[in-house]
C-alpha cells in the first residue's frame, strides 16, 4: 500500500478564484474542454496543461463532473455551492477574483 495516498504531509494546492469562477460557469450547462478554455481565455491567459490540471482538482474535489459520453464537464452541487461562496465574499468584502484563492485538499 503507497503511504503517500494516506499522508498528512500532502501540501494543499491553491487555486485562483479568477480561473475556477470561469470553469464553473461554464459548466452549468455543460461544456467542452475547448469552450472552456476559450471562456477563461477572454479573461486570463491560461494553457492547456494548466487548465487540464485545475480541472483535474476541481473533479477530485466534487466541484465538477465529467460526462464521458457527452465529452463534456458539468457543475456539480460542490461547485454551485461554491460559487455562491465566491460571489457571497466579493460582496461582502468588496474584494476582487484576483484576490481569492481557493483551497483544495
Request: aromatic letters at 8%; proline letters at 2%.
Amino acid at each position: 500500500m503507497d503511504d503517500t495516498i494516506h499522508s498528512n504531509k500532502t501540501k494543499p494546492v491553491y487555486l485562483r478564484t479568477s480561473i475556477v469562477e470561469p470553469i464553473l460557469v461554464a459548466c452549468i450547462k455543460g461544456a467542452s474542454f475547448t469552450s472552456i478554455l476559450y471562456s477563461i481565455q477572454k479573461v486570463t491567459l491560461i494553457d492547456k496543461k494548466d487548465l487540464r490540471k485545475y480541472l483535474y482538482h476541481l473533479i477530485n474535489g466534487s466541484f465538477v463532473k465529467y460526462n464521458g459520453n457527452r465529452r463534456v464537464f458539468i457543475l456539480d452541487q460542490c461547485g454551485a455551492d461554491l460559487l455562491l461562496v465566491i460571489y457571497s465574499q466579493i460582496q461582502l468584502n468588496h474584494l476582487h477574483l484576483q484576490d481569492l484563492k481557493i483551497k483544495v485538499e
